[in-house]
């Protein structure tokens, strides 16, 4: 399967703990796109990497989130000290970046439980 | 702010009739339109794009169309099926991509055989 891919499936976390998530896009995509969703609604973006390059960050992104992205292969999103709000499915999508418009591939997502 | 408007309700169509979801946004002025398929428990999936000075787009039986006067697209799906009962999510880009797609809540469809 050579679609992107999310590890892991589901994590569920007491408050106050660190979780890291880890996407890995398609192999020439040189974007990638992290997204929110909670139950109901649509996902919420929050990041974006060009290459290793993270170009762009959402106000939703509050300094207990982190986003890595070394040598512009594989992401890893990073949250620290979770609160019940972070309760939510946590999408990863990449594109190929060549033209102006994005066609997006997401992944399954992570779906994170804070108790 | 940025406001994306789906129907939000369950959209209920019979077997091998026409499914119309309709997408309207204020506050916006998107480079580009995109429209989504999400089944439950996944990421979305790709369907269409259209583009600003584009007034309509089809793909086997799914066509779009985009009125920036109005601030609205339709998305339809002719001679449905039950395998397109799903949630449809349009989504708005701006030129450049730097800002990520700008979700609606999506519009659960369900058709019935």
């Known amino acids: 399967d050579t679609g992107v891919s999310q590890d892991p499936r589901h994590k569920i976390t007491k408050r106050g703990q660190n979780v890291t998530f880890r996407c890995d896009p398609i192999?020439?995509?040189?974007?990638l796109y992290w997204y929110r969703q909670t139950l109901g609604q649509g996902p919420e973006f929050l990041t974006y990497?060009?290459?290793?390059?993270?170009?762009?960050k959402s106000r939703l992104l509050s300094d207990r989130f982190s986003a890595e992205r070394p040598k512009g292969s594989f992401s890893t999103l990073e949250i620290q000290r979770t609160e019940q709000g972070d309760s939510a499915m946590y999408l990863c999508?990449?594109?190929?970046?060549?033209?102006?418009?994005?066609?997006?591939?997401f992944g399954p997502g992570t779906r994170l439980t804070v108790l | 702010s940025q406001k994306i408007e789906q129907n939000s309700e369950a959209l209920n169509i019979q077997e091998g009739k026409t499914a119309t979801l309709t997408c309207n946004y204020t506050?916006?002025?998107?480079?580009?339109l995109q429209w989504y398929r999400q089944d439950p428990g996944r990421g979305p999936v790709f369907l269409l794009l259209?583009?600003?000075?584009?007034k309509e787009k089809r793909k086997e039986r799914l066509k779009v169309t985009f009125d920036t006067t109005l601030k609205q697209s339709l998305f339809h799906i002719t001679a449905s099926q039950p395998a397109d009962s799903a949630t449809y999510l349009c989504?708005?880009?701006?030129?450049?991509?730097?800002?990520?797609?700008?979700f609606g809540k999506g519009t659960h469809l369900i058709i019935q055989p």
């Open positions: 999508a990449s594109s190929q970046g060549l033209a102006d418009y994005n066609e997006q591939f």
């Open positions: 192999s020439e995509h040189n974007r």
């Open positions: 990497f060009q290459n290793e390059a993270q170009l762009e």
């Open positions: 506050n916006y002025s998107p480079a580009y």
């Open positions: 259209i583009r600003e000075n584009e």
């Open positions: 989504a708005l880009e701006g030129r450049g991509g730097a800002d990520g797609l700008t």
